[in-house]
T-cell receptor, first 115, second 113 residues
Framework: AQSVTQPDIHITVSEGASLELRCNYS??????LFWYVQSPGQGLQLLLKYFSGDTLVQGIKGFEAEFKRSQSSFNLRKPSVHWSDAAEYFC?????????????FGTGTRLQVTL | GAVVSQHPSWVICKSGTSVKIECRSL??????MFWYRQFPKQSLMLMAT?????????EQGVEKDKFLINHASLTLSTLTVTSAHPEDSSFYICSAARQETQYFGPGTRLLVL
C-alpha cells in the first residue's frame, strides 16, 4: 500500500526567507506525485505534479519540487516566501486506477509566515 | 482551465434530514470524480470514487447506504448524506479527474444540528 509522510506539522518562516517542505512516500512502482495547497475553509489547489522525466518540477506561484527516487522524497521549495503563502500544504502520491489517480495524502504541513 | 465547483458551499440541517451536495467540472469532462471528507486540522480521507454511468466504489468503512453517490453525467457527481446525524458534520470536498490529475472543488461545510 502507498503512503505519504510529511514530517513537519507546522513550519514558521519569515517573509522573504526560503522554504522547504518535506515529503517522503512509499510506493511499489513509479509514483505520480503531487503538491496541493489549501487555504482555510477552501478546497485544494494544485501547485505542481511529477509523473516522469525531469526530476525538478516547476509549479505555480514560484514553487518547485525535486523528485529523488533514492530518497523516496518529493520536497517542495520556494526561494522567497510571501505572506500570502501561509496555508496548509499537502503532498500526495497517486496510483493509477484506470484513467484516474487515486490519491493518498500526507497529513499536511501548516505554513505560517511572519512579517 | 480545470475548474471544479461545489454547491452548496455550506449547509445547516436538522438531524434526520438528507442533504445533497453537487460537484461539477465546469470546463472539462470527468469520467471519474472523487469524494473526500476532511476533519478539522486533518488530512483528506477518501470516501468513494465516482464513475460516470456506473456504481461508485466506496472505501472501507464508508457506508454506501449512508453516503449515496450518483455520477449522472461527465460533468456532475452528487453526494447525498442520508438521515444526517451530528457526527456527519464535516467538510466534504470533491475532485474531478482530468487524465492523471485531480482538480478539487472549494468544499462544502455541513453542520447537522
Amino acid at each position: 500500500a502507498q503512503s505519504v509522510t510529511q514530517p513537519d506539522i507546522h513550519i514558521t518562516v519569515s517573509e522573504g526567507a526560503s522554504l522547504e517542505l518535506r515529503c517522503n512516500y512509499s510506493y511499489g512502482a513509479t509514483p505520480y506525485l503531487f503538491w496541493y495547497v489549501q487555504s482555510p475553509g477552501q478546497g485544494l489547489q494544485l501547485l505542481l505534479k511529477y509523473f516522469s522525466g525531469d526530476t525538478l518540477v516547476q509549479g505555480i506561484k514560484g514553487f518547485e519540487a525535486e523528485f529523488k527516487r533514492s530518497q523516496s522524497s518529493f520536497n517542495l521549495r520556494k526561494p522567497s516566501v510571501h505572506w500570502s503563502d501561509a496555508a496548509e500544504y499537502f503532498c500526495a502520491v497517486g496510483a493509477l486506477t484506470g484513467t484516474a489517480s487515486k490519491l493518498t495524502f500526507g497529513t499536511g504541513t501548516r505554513l505560517q509566515v511572519t512579517l | 482551465g480545470a475548474v471544479v465547483s461545489q454547491h452548496p458551499s455550506w449547509v445547516i440541517c436538522k438531524s434526520g434530514t438528507s442533504v445533497k451536495i453537487e460537484c461539477r467540472s465546469l470546463d472539462f469532462q470527468a469520467t471519474t470524480m472523487f469524494w473526500y471528507r476532511q476533519f478539522p486540522k486533518q488530512s483528506l480521507m477518501l470516501m468513494a470514487t465516482s464513475n460516470e454511468g456506473s456504481k461508485a466504489t466506496y472505501e472501507q468503512g464508508v457506508e454506501k447506504d449512508k453516503f449515496l453517490i450518483n455520477h449522472a453525467s461527465l460533468t456532475l457527481s452528487t453526494l447525498t448524506v442520508t438521515s444526517a446525524h451530528p457526527e456527519d458534520s464535516s467538510f466534504y470536498i470533491c475532485s474531478a479527474a482530468r487524465q492523471e490529475t485531480q482538480y478539487f472543488g472549494p468544499g462544502t461545510r455541513l453542520l447537522v444540528l
